[in-house]
C-alpha cells in the first residue's frame, strides 16, 4: 500500500488513534504545564504595569491567547469538519465535536477577562463594541454547534451536522466580525501588527508563552475528550473489549 | 440531465409549492399576524413618543422580519421529509442543490415577499421618516431572500429532529447578524441623509453569495438529515 495511504489510513482507525494519542497525552499536559507556569510567572511578576493601564494590563497575558484560540478552534472545527464531510473519516467527527466545548470554554473565559480588564480601563464591564459583539456571536455560534450535536441520537449523524454546521459558521464568520467592526469600534487595534508587534519583548515574551500554553491545554484536552467519544461510540466493539479485559487483568 | 428536464423540475417544483401554500392559507397568514403584533409591542413597551419610534423603527422592523422568517421556516422541509416527497425528490435524479433552492424560492415568496409588502404600514406605525421608507423597502427586498436561503440551511438540518424550532433560532441568528446590521445601518443613514448605497452594496453582494453557495449546503443538511 502507498505509504501516505497508508499513514492516513492508520491514523483514521480509532485502536490506532486511542493507542498513540494516550502515549501523547501526558507529554501535551506537561508541555502545557511548563509553559502556564513560566508564563505566568514572566507575566504577573516580571513583566512592567503599563503606564496607563497599571497593573490591570496583566490580563492580557490570559485574555489574548484565549481569545486567539477561541478564534483558531473554530476554524480549525471548520476545516476537520470539511475532511470529516468530504472523506468521511470519523476520527475527525469525533475532533470537531471534542473542539466545541474547549473552544466555548476559550470564548467565555476570553469575554470574562476581557470585562474584568474593561471595567477599569473604559469604566465599563460591557460596550456594544466591535470585537466583544462578534466574540459573543461566535459564543452562540459554538453553542449553537453543541446544541445541534446533542438534539440527534445518533452520534455519527449528530457529528456530521455539527461539522456543517460549524463550516457554515466559518464562513460567516469573517462576515459578522468586518460588519460588527465596521458598525461600531472602540477596542484598540491588533497587538500584534503586520510591521511587527508593538509591545516590548519583556510583554511579548509571556503572551507568546501563554499562547504557546494554550495550544498544547487545547490539544491535551481535544485528545483526551477524542478518547473519550471513541470509547463511548465503541463501547460493543472488540477493541474497546480487548482494552477493558486488559485493563481489568 | 438535460438542461431542459432540469428547468421543468424547477418550474414544478416551484408550481406545487404554491398550490400547497394556497391550501394552508391560514398557516401562511400566522408569522405575519406574528410579525405585526410584535412591531405593535414595542410602541407599548417603550413609549408612544414619536420621536424615540422613528429612532429605533428601521430594528425593530427588522427584527420583528427575522423573528417571522424563523417561525415560517421550522415548517420549510417538514412535511416534506415527514411524508417521504423529500425521498422521492432525493432520488428522482435531479440535483439536490436546486430542489433546495426552489423551495427556497418559493418560501420567499411566500413568507419573504407579504413582509415587503407590509413594510410601509409597519414603517407607518413606527413613524419612520419618509427618506427612510424607501430604503426599508429596498434593504427588506434584498434581504429577506437572504434571510430564507440561509435560514433553509438551518431548517434542512433540523428537519428531522422532533423540536427543530428553538434549535432553528439559535443556529440562524448568528448568521443574520451582518445582514441586520447593514440593513439598518442603510436605513438610518437615509433618514439622516447620509449615502447608504454602501449597505445596499454589500447587502446585494450577500444576497448573491448565499444564492450561490446557500444551495448546496441545504443539500448537503438535507441529505445528512434522510441519511
Same mark, same amino acid.
Given at each position: 500500500?502507498?505509504?501516505?495511504?497508508?499513514?492516513?489510513?492508520?491514523?483514521?482507525?480509532?485502536?490506532?488513534?486511542?493507542?498513540?494519542?494516550?502515549?501523547?497525552?501526558?507529554?501535551?499536559?506537561?508541555?502545557?504545564?511548563?509553559?502556564?507556569?513560566?508564563?505566568?510567572?514572566?507575566?504577573?511578576?516580571?513583566?512592567?504595569?503599563?503606564?496607563?493601564?497599571?497593573?490591570?494590563?496583566?490580563?492580557?497575558?490570559?485574555?489574548?491567547?484565549?481569545?486567539?484560540?477561541?478564534?483558531?478552534?473554530?476554524?480549525?472545527?471548520?476545516?476537520?469538519?470539511?475532511?470529516?464531510?468530504?472523506?468521511?473519516?470519523?476520527?475527525?467527527?469525533?475532533?470537531?465535536?471534542?473542539?466545541?466545548?474547549?473552544?466555548?470554554?476559550?470564548?467565555?473565559?476570553?469575554?470574562?477577562?476581557?470585562?474584568?480588564?474593561?471595567?477599569?480601563?473604559?469604566?465599563?464591564?460591557?460596550?456594544?463594541?466591535?470585537?466583544?459583539?462578534?466574540?459573543?456571536?461566535?459564543?452562540?455560534?459554538?453553542?449553537?454547534?453543541?446544541?445541534?450535536?446533542?438534539?440527534?441520537?445518533?452520534?455519527?449523524?449528530?457529528?456530521?451536522?455539527?461539522?456543517?454546521?460549524?463550516?457554515?459558521?466559518?464562513?460567516?464568520?469573517?462576515?459578522?466580525?468586518?460588519?460588527?467592526?465596521?458598525?461600531?469600534?472602540?477596542?484598540?487595534?491588533?497587538?500584534?501588527?503586520?510591521?511587527?508587534?508593538?509591545?516590548?519583548?519583556?510583554?511579548?515574551?509571556?503572551?507568546?508563552?501563554?499562547?504557546?500554553?494554550?495550544?498544547?491545554?487545547?490539544?491535551?484536552?481535544?485528545?483526551?475528550?477524542?478518547?473519550?467519544?471513541?470509547?463511548?461510540?465503541?463501547?460493543?466493539?472488540?477493541?474497546?473489549?480487548?482494552?477493558?479485559?486488559?485493563?481489568?487483568? | 440531465?438535460?438542461?431542459?428536464?432540469?428547468?421543468?423540475?424547477?418550474?414544478?417544483?416551484?408550481?406545487?409549492?404554491?398550490?400547497?401554500?394556497?391550501?394552508?392559507?391560514?398557516?401562511?397568514?400566522?408569522?405575519?399576524?406574528?410579525?405585526?403584533?410584535?412591531?405593535?409591542?414595542?410602541?407599548?413597551?417603550?413609549?408612544?413618543?414619536?420621536?424615540?419610534?422613528?429612532?429605533?423603527?428601521?430594528?425593530?422592523?427588522?427584527?420583528?422580519?427575522?423573528?417571522?422568517?424563523?417561525?415560517?421556516?421550522?415548517?420549510?422541509?417538514?412535511?416534506?421529509?415527514?411524508?417521504?416527497?423529500?425521498?422521492?425528490?432525493?432520488?428522482?435524479?435531479?440535483?439536490?442543490?436546486?430542489?433546495?433552492?426552489?423551495?427556497?424560492?418559493?418560501?420567499?415568496?411566500?413568507?419573504? &415577499?407579504? +413582509?415587503?409588502?407590509? !413594510?410601509?404600514?409597519? @414603517?407607518?406605525?413606527?413613524? /419612520? $421618516?419618509?427618506? #427612510?421608507? =424607501?430604503? %426599508?423597502?429596498?434593504?427588506?427586498?434584498?434581504?429577506?431572500?437572504?434571510?430564507?436561503?440561509?435560514?433553509?440551511?438551518?431548517?434542512?438540518?433540523?428537519?428531522?429532529?422532533?423540536?427543530?424550532?428553538?434549535?432553528?433560532?439559535?443556529?440562524?441568528?448568528?448568521?443574520?447578524?451582518? &445582514?441586520? +446590521?447593514?440593513?439598518? !445601518?442603510?436605513?438610518? @443613514?437615509?433618514?439622516?441623509? /447620509? $449615502?447608504?448605497? #454602501?449597505? =445596499?452594496? %454589500?447587502?446585494?453582494?450577500?444576497?448573491?453569495?448565499?444564492?450561490?453557495?446557500?444551495?448546496?449546503?441545504?443539500?448537503?443538511?438535507?441529505?445528512?438529515?434522510?441519511?
Amino acid at each position: 500500500m502507498n505509504p501516505i495511504y497508508l499513514f492516513f489510513h492508520k491514523t483514521g482507525s480509532p485502536p490506532w488513534f486511542y493507542k498513540y494519542s494516550g502515549k501523547l497525552i501526558p507529554w501535551l499536559w506537561a508541555l502545557f504545564l511548563a509553559l502556564t507556569i513560566y508564563g505566568l510567572y514572566l507575566g504577573l511578576f516580571v513583566a512592567p504595569a503599563d503606564y496607563q493601564q497599571g497593573e490591570s494590563v496583566r490580563i492580557m497575558y490570559l485574555h489574548v491567547p484565549t481569545a486567539w484560540m477561541s478564534m483558531m478552534i473554530y476554524g480549525l472545527m471548520a476545516i476537520m469538519g470539511f475532511i470529516a464531510l468530504v472523506w468521511r473519516i470519523r476520527i475527525m467527527e469525533v475532533l470537531v465535536i471534542s473542539s466545541a466545548p474547549i473552544g466555548a470554554a476559550f470564548t467565555i473565559i476570553a469575554l470574562i477577562t476581557g470585562s474584568l480588564w474593561g471595567r477599569p480601563t473604559w469604566g465599563t464591564y460591557w460596550v456594544w463594541d466591535a470585537r466583544l459583539t462578534s466574540e459573543l456571536v461566535l459564543l452562540f455560534l459554538y453553542f449553537g454547534v453543541i446544541a445541534l450535536y446533542n438534539a440527534f441520537d445518533e452520534p455519527r449523524k449528530a457529528a456530521r451536522a455539527a461539522s456543517l454546521m460549524s463550516i457554515v459558521g466559518a464562513i460567516n464568520l469573517p462576515i459578522i466580525y468586518f460588519s460588527v467592526e465596521w458598525w461600531n469600534t472602540l477596542h484598540q487595534g491588533s497587538s500584534m501588527g503586520s510591521d511587527g508587534p508593538g509591545i516590548h519583548p519583556s510583554m511579548l515574551l509571556p503572551l507568546l508563552l501563554m499562547a504557546t500554553a494554550t495550544k498544547f491545554y487545547y490539544g491535551a484536552n481535544l485528545l483526551t475528550r477524542a478518547r473519550l467519544c471513541l470509547l463511548k461510540q465503541d463501547h460493543r466493539k472488540r477493541w474497546v473489549q480487548d482494552l477493558l479485559s486488559k485493563e481489568s487483568n | 440531465m438535460s438542461r431542459q428536464a432540469t428547468g421543468t423540475a424547477f418550474v414544478a417544483l416551484l408550481r406545487r409549492d404554491f398550490l400547497l401554500a394556497y391550501r394552508r392559507r391560514a398557516e401562511l397568514l400566522q408569522p405575519l399576524v406574528f410579525l405585526l403584533v410584535v412591531v405593535t409591542l414595542f410602541p407599548l413597551g417603550v413609549g408612544p413618543s414619536p420621536a424615540l419610534l422613528a429612532n429605533i423603527a428601521p430594528g425593530v422592523i427588522w427584527i420583528a422580519a427575522l423573528l417571522a422568517t424563523v417561525l415560517s421556516l421550522d415548517s420549510l422541509f417538514r412535511s416534506d421529509f415527514e411524508d417521504g416527497t423529500l425521498e422521492q425528490m432525493v432520488l428522482s435524479g435531479q440535483s439536490l442543490a436546486l430542489i433546495a433552492l426552489a423551495r427556497t424560492v418559493a418560501h420567499w415568496l411566500v413568507a419573504g &415577499l407579504p +413582509i415587503v409588502l407590509l !413594510s410601509p404600514l409597519l @414603517a407607518m406605525w413606527m413613524n /419612520l $421618516p419618509d427618506e #427612510g421608507l =424607501l430604503i %426599508l423597502i429596498e434593504s427588506l427586498a434584498i434581504g429577506t431572500p437572504v434571510l430564507s436561503l440561509i435560514g433553509a440551511i438551518g431548517g434542512a438540518l433540523t428537519v428531522s429532529l422532533k423540536r427543530g424550532g428553538q434549535l432553528l433560532s439559535l443556529l440562524v441568528f448568528p448568521l443574520y447578524v451582518p &445582514l441586520l +446590521i447593514l440593513a439598518t !445601518s442603510a436605513v438610518s @443613514a437615509a433618514v439622516v441623509d /447620509l $449615502p447608504y448605497t #454602501g449597505q =445596499l452594496g %454589500l447587502m446585494t453582494a450577500g444576497l448573491i453569495a448565499s444564492l450561490t453557495l446557500a444551495p448546496f449546503a441545504t443539500a448537503a443538511a438535507l441529505k445528512l438529515s434522510l441519511s
